[in-house]
C-alpha cells in the first residue's frame, strides 16, 4: 500500500510539475523550475506542519502528499543541470544567483509552509 500511495503521489506531482514547465517564458534562467522548486518547499513545510500537527493523518497519506506529490513535483536534477549549463555556457552571475536563490528561498519556503500550517492547525 505504501508504494502504491508514492506512486500516485509521484504521478500528480509530476503532472502539476509538467504543467507548470508548459507556461511561456523567454528567459535563459530557469525561473519556472525555480518556482516548482520554491512551491514544493512551501508544500512539504506545509505538509510536516500539518502531520506534526494532526495525529490523525495516516501514514499513507505523508507518504502520497511528501514523498510522492512533493517528490514528483520537485526537481533536484533539472536543478543541478540546469545551474551546470549556466555555467557552461560561462553565464557564472546567473548561474550563482539560481543556485543561491533557490537554496535560500526553498529553505524560507519550508519556514512559511511550517508558519502556515501551524497558523491553520490552530
Do not use: W
Not at 509530476?14 to 516548482?36: C, Q
Request: aromatic share 10%; glycine share 12%.
Amino acid at each position: 500500500m505504501n508504494f502504491l500511495m508514492v506512486a500516485l503521489g509521484g504521478a500528480l506531482g509530476a503532472v502539476g510539475r509538467y504543467a507548470i514547465s508548459l507556461i511561456p517564458v523567454k528567459t535563459e534562467f530557469p525561473i519556472l523550475t525555480l518556482v516548482t522548486n520554491i512551491i514544493g518547499a512551501i508544500l512539504i513545510g506545509f505538509i510536516v506542519g500539518v502531520a506534526s500537527a494532526n495525529e490523525k493523518m495516516s501514514e499513507n497519506m505523508v507518504l502520497f502528499l511528501k514523498t510522492g506529490v512533493c517528490g514528483g513535483f520537485t526537481t533536484f536534477s533539472t536543478f543541478s543541470l540546469e545551474a551546470y549549463n549556466l555555467f557552461d555556457n560561462q553565464h557564472y552571475l546567473a548561474g550563482g544567483m539560481y543556485v543561491v536563490l533557490s537554496f535560500l528561498c526553498c529553505i524560507v519556503g519550508i519556514v512559511c509552509g511550517k508558519t502556515l500550517a501551524a497558523m491553520v492547525s490552530r
